[in-house]
C-alpha cells in the first residue's frame, strides 16, 4: 500500500500545463446578434517568443467575426510593437500576429491576459467552441520556436497539494505506528 501511495505521488507531482494559449467567454448563452467577446491568456510562455502567429477556427453558421476587433490589454499593448487581426468569412478562421518586445516577460512575467477578440452570434447558441489548430512562434533573431518548447513546465497548485497532504498522511501514520 505504501509503495502505491509513493508512486502514485511521484505520478501526480510530474509538471503538466494547459495550452499556451487559453480564451475564456464573457458569458455561457447568447442570443442572436449579441455581441461575444472571448479575453485571450499566454500561459507560462518561454521568454524567448518575440513573434506569435494564431489561427483560430469557428463556425461560421454560429459566429460572425468583427473584423478589427482584436485589442491587446493595456499591459500587452505596451510590451508590443505590432498586432493585427484578419478574418476568413468562408472558412471561418481569425489569424491573429503579434510581435512582443524583447523583455516583456519582465513587465508582464510568463502568463498574462494576451487581448480580446468579439464575434457576433448568428442565431441563439448556447455552446460555441473555437479551435487554436495553428500556434507560430519565433524568437527575437527570428528562429521558429517549435510548439514543445512554447511554454515552460509548470506543476499545478492542486499536485502541489495532493503531494504535501499525501507526505503529511504518511507521517502521520508513521507516528501512530510507533
Not at 508590443?80 to 510581435?99: H, K, T, Y
Not at 448556447?126 to 521558429?144: C, R, T
Not at 492542486?158 to 498522511?169: E, R
Amino acid at each position: 500500500m505504501k509503495l502505491f501511495v509513493l508512486i502514485f505521488t511521484l505520478i501526480s507531482t510530474l509538471p503538466t500545463h494547459a495550452g499556451l494559449i487559453t480564451s475564456q467567454s464573457d458569458q455561457s448563452s447568447y442570443n442572436t446578434g449579441d455581441l461575444i467577446t472571448i479575453d485571450l491568456f499566454i500561459n507560462h510562455a518561454t521568454t524567448d517568443i518575440a513573434w506569435l502567429e494564431l489561427k483560430y477556427d469557428f463556425d461560421v453558421t454560429e459566429l460572425g467575426y468583427e473584423l478589427n476587433s482584436f485589442a491587446l490589454t493595456p499591459e500587452a499593448f505596451n510590451q508590443s510593437w505590432f498586432a493585427l487581426d484578419d478574418v476568413d468569412d468562408v472558412f471561418g478562421s481569425v489569424f491573429l500576429w503579434i510581435g512582443l518586445f524583447d523583455g516583456w516577460d519582465q513587465a508582464l512575467t510568463n502568463s498574462f491576459q494576451l487581448g480580446q477578440i468579439q464575434f457576433t452570434a448568428l442565431n441563439d447558441i448556447s455552446n460555441f467552441s473555437l479551435s487554436l489548430p495553428d500556434i507560430y512562434a519565433e524568437d527575437p533573431w527570428g528562429g521558429v520556436i517549435d510548439e514543445t518548447s512554447l511554454q515552460v513546465e509548470v506543476p499545478e497548485p492542486s499536485t502541489i497539494a495532493l503531494l504535501i497532504a499525501a507526505t503529511a498522511g504518511l507521517l502521520a501514520r508513521r507516528r501512530q505506528q510507533r
